[in-house]
């Protein structure tokens, strides 16, 4: 389909805004992102540190779009509960966690020094958190994975 720039930019504010309708994560992943963004600007973080705030926000909403559009997508094509489905879902749920971790580690590291300044506090807790939220995610995304499972008739199988 060959439509104008401007027909393209519509259609990609109609996803956004039904994503954002739907989608619990999305809202919330874009509030703490704009908190994150509103912290770095009331702790004059620097202009490249702001940006990478703004790089490592952009990814997680970005990812939570993506995973979105695979469940949608995955519901659409498979909507019993399917092995192949759930891994597909999985796997994009696996990205958004990914990029929350890392998105997470990037706030601790730039922020982390202007709030521990601000509190008079030593800098030396940094490194252990980026490792804590880190370990963090992975056991989240563990403990979920392992919530999922269900029976399918004669088989077991993860919704």
Known sequence: MNRSLRDAFRAAGCGLQDALRTQRNLR???????????????????????????????LVVA??????????LSDAVAPYPSEAARRVKDAAAAAVVVAAAAAAAVGAVVLGPPVLRLLALPAAWVAPTVV???SLALAA???????????????????
């Open 28 to 58: 919330l992943q874009c509030a703490l992102g704009s908190a994150v963004l509103l912290a770095g600007l009331a702790l004059r973080v620097s202009a490249s540190e702001l940006a990478l705030l703004a790089l490592a926000c952009g």
């Open 63 to 72: 990812c939570e779009l993506a995973n979105t559009a695979v469940e949608w």
């Open 132 to 134: 804590a939220l880190a």
């Open 141 to 159: 995304a563990a403990a979920w994975r392992a919530g999922r499972v269900v029976e399918h008739g004669s088989r077991t199988v993860l919704k």
